[in-house]
């Protein structure tokens, strides 16, 4: 499976289990499991992997997974359809407020024209659709090579750079 | 007036790079029509009934004659050689081929305009006071706060893909001209116990088909944190606002659902966290934006002016015209003047290619070359010497620009409607005509005087009908176009929404009961009252009675 990482399209062995019920067993290897399964399945899952990746919607709240980033090497923000834009305030919060330093990854409805302001709000990882092309999609971060606001990423604003008389 | 540098000429060339390249994948299969539709929203594109219409962005209304110069040339190139005036202070293009606009989005950029988030939902124009830096009666300019306003929500990586559309207005003086209270956040620059100046916050404010009066979250906010304080409003929205039904995704249904205080409560403890971080406003970054709205050198002897009033002695027409379509400045001897783009003939709001380079034109003779777009629909000279209004008045009449009608009721707001826009139920621009083929008698229209009729071809309310001391309404009854009037709106100071009259009428009767109520105002009313005035003392039942008894 493909997905651009830093950039650049890697391949990428996570799998994404999108349904799973809390009571079923945990799946071998490297899995992103639903938020919910995981925490259902907190103390099994970390005795069991030393790795662990989990996604969640816009529906969950950065708050209740918060306390247990130190877990995630993965966190897969979803969107089910490229027009719900809660995970764009889900990303800055991770990064921002939480400090969440480990893999943020898009997933979902992910599409070229919203990679370039999903990268400003901190996510560094994208499964682009699948019936969509992965290498024209890389274009969409050099969109624009100025922006106005801060954000998650580290670029400077244009009020930082101005030379204000 | 607000000039590009590097960085924000770069940011518009670049946009303009990318909707031709999206444009171009559009076109090409690559991107389905679900997929590309919120892409040129964000660009101002619709598709409409007869051709894609065009919105591009005012920003707080303010042209220079060089982009209205460019907007006459678009509407001549690429258009019918007309443009509309919106209700939002921007101009919309009613029949741009699709192919063309990265075409017209190039042109724009190189006289500083774009049509960025001119729709969409996202943050769209900051909108303001079509009398700002130049009114007696302002607290300071509130361009200068729409600029930074505008700079940080444009392109906005987080709040791009919000639940629906946010418009945010910016009122600077005591009376509110902004139509601040029907917005989703309207700031008012206001003055604190200490004499600072700062920002009282309103939020959830809004017409549609679900009208709120805006609710004041906060009574006094530090001009520093202006944008710290506005990102925490959208991330609460962003993240909690309704996302399943898009009749209930404004924030004013946030708002209203979890309660005014509760809801400031989640803004506050969002702002605690963000409030002295990199949003910030540095004195400089105010300073910066306020270096471009100053005033321009009037000239001293300006008042020493005789021949103006002469004029009015001895021109019943001139006078008139000064009458209705001139509004009080703070510097003795210069005007405002407004120029009516409601003459009887032409659908209101719209201005010809010709009109445009004429104003244009106009503007560089005699106010400094500046043009204001006014809410209601009309375009503004800042900054007009006395000595000059006579000539002036002569000119405009050439090209039928001097139409004695400002804030009377032929001064109507009114949206496309259905001969434009495809979400309408009725027709707007008929009625606009049918009211002015009747009241078609200057006299009787000055001695009603003030009425604000706004009209709107279909409950999302663009043309603001639920704050028009008459509003009108166009609904559908099995296929035929049927107009609900309200009565007693406002969307100033003391914003009101308008109750409704009765059942919904024909078509054809629609003049005739307007005729109806101004009757029983003419009769009913004492002094100088104005409509809303007699209404709101007298109340619905008298004009109720008049237009329903004899039907």
């Known amino acids: ?165 | 007036m607000y000039k590009y540098d590097n960085y924000d000429q770069t940011i518009v060339n670049e946009r303009v790079e990318q909707f031709r390249d999206q444009t171009r994948r559009y076109l090409a299969g690559d991107l389905s029509d679900d997929e590309f539709r919120p892409l040129r929203l964000m660009n101002g594109l619709y598709i409409q009934r007869h051709a894609p219409m065009l919105r591009v962005a005012i920003p707080y209304g303010l042209l220079s004659s060089k982009q209205l110069r460019m907007l006459a040339h678009i509407s001549r190139k690429y258009d019918k050689g007309y443009g509309h005036f919106s209700t939002r202070q921007n101009i919309q293009f009613n029949w741009p081929a699709l192919e063309t606009v990265p075409d017209i989005l190039a042109d724009l950029a190189t006289v500083e305009m774009h049509a960025i988030q001119t729709s969409g939902n996202c943050i769209r124009n900051t909108t303001s006071d079509q009398f700002a830096g130049i009114s007696k009666d302002e607290i300071e300019d509130p361009r200068p706060y729409c600029e930074i306003i505008r700079q940080w929500s444009t392109f906005h990586p987080e709040f791009s893909f919000l639940p629906r559309k946010f418009k945010i207005a910016v009122s600077g003086s005591k009376g509110d001209r902004a139509a601040a209270m029907v917005h989703d956040i309207g700031l008012y620059l206001v003055n604190n116990e200490k004499g600072e100046v700062g920002f009282k916050v309103f939020v959830g404010g809004g017409l549609g088909r679900t009208p709120y009066i805006g609710k004041c979250i906060r009574d006094f906010l530090e001009k520093k944190y202006l944008l710290s304080y506005i990102e925490a409003i959208l991330r609460v929205y962003n993240r909690f606002g309704r996302r399943d039904n898009i009749y209930k995704a404004r924030i004013k249904i946030l708002v209203n659902d979890v309660g005014q205080e509760e809801f400031g409560k989640q803004v506050e403890k969002e702002w605690l966290h963000i409030k002295e971080g990199v949003l910030k406003l540095d004195q400089k970054e105010i300073d910066y934006a306020k270096s471009f709205f100053t005033s321009p050198t009037y000239s001293k002897d300006a008042v020493d002016d005789t021949s103006y009033n002469e004029a009015k002695k001895s021109n019943k027409s001139f006078l008139n015209w000064t009458t209705r379509n001139l509004y009080s400045h703070k510097i003795p001897g210069y005007t405002a003047v407004i120029i009516s783009l409601k003459a009887p003939d032409i659908a209101p709001g719209d201005a010809t290619d010709e009109q445009m380079d004429f104003i244009a034109e106009l503007s560089d003779l005699y106010s400094f070359g500046e043009i204001i777009v006014t809410h209601d629909q009309n375009l503004v000279l800042p900054n007009v010497k006395q000595v000059d209004l006579f000539l002036l008045w002569e000119k405009l009449k050439t090209k039928n620009l001097a139409t004695s009608n400002i804030g009377l009721l032929t001064d109507m707001i009114c949206c496309p409607g259905l001969d434009f826009c495809s979400l309408a139920n009725a027709g707007s621009i008929p009625i606009a005509k049918q009211i002015n083929e009747k009241f078609d008698n200057l006299d009787y229209l000055h001695d009603i005087g003030d009425l604000k009729i706004k009209m709107s071809g279909c409950m999302n309310a663009c043309g603001h009908h639920h704050v028009g001391h008459i509003g009108i309404l166009g609904v559908d009854k099995k296929g035929e176009e049927f107009y609900q009037l309200t009565l007693g709106g406002s969307s100033e100071n003391d914003a009101t929404l308008g109750d409704r009259l009765g059942p919904a009428i024909a078509k054809t009767d629609v003049a005739d009961v307007i005729g109806k109520l101004l009757d029983v105002y003419v009769k009913l009313r004492e002094e100088d009252e104005r409509f809303l005035d007699t209404y709101r003392r007298i109340g619905i039942t008298p004009f109720k009675e008049n237009v329903y008894a004899s039907n």
């Not at chain 1, 799998?15 to 925490?39: H, K, Q």
């Not at chain 1, 989990?54 to 966190?75: C, H, M, P, Q, R």
């Not at chain 1, 719900?84 to 800055?92: F, I, K, Q, V």
């Not at chain 1, 400003?120 to 659709?129: A, H, L, P, Y």
Request: charged content about 35%; overall charge negative; hydrophobic content about 40%.
């Open chain 1, 1 to 165: 499976m493909q997905v651009i990482k830093d950039k650049s399209i890697i391949n990428d062995e996570w799998s994404l289990i999108r349904n799973i019920e809390n009571s079923d067993p945990i799946p071998d290897g490297d899995v992103i499991l639903p938020f919910l399964f995981w925490e259902a399945n907190r103390e099994k899952l970390i005795n069991s992997k030393d790795k662990h990746a989990i996604w969640v919607d816009g529906s969950i709240e950065t708050e209740s997974i918060a306390n247990d980033l130190k877990y995630f090497i993965i966190i897969a923000l979803d969107f089910p359809t490229f027009k719900d834009g809660r995970s764009y305030s889900h990303a800055r919060l991770l990064r921002e407020r939480y400090k969440y330093e480990g893999e943020l990854r898009a997933i979902g409805d992910v599409l070229q024209d919203q990679l370039f302001f999903m990268k400003r709000c901190g996510i560094d990882s994208f499964k682009v659709r699948d019936d969509k092309n992965i290498e024209e999609a890389l274009k969409s971060f050099k969109d624009f090579s100025v922006r106005y606001q801060a954000a998650a990423d580290d670029d400077a604003t244009i009020s930082s750079q101005r030379k204000f008389k």
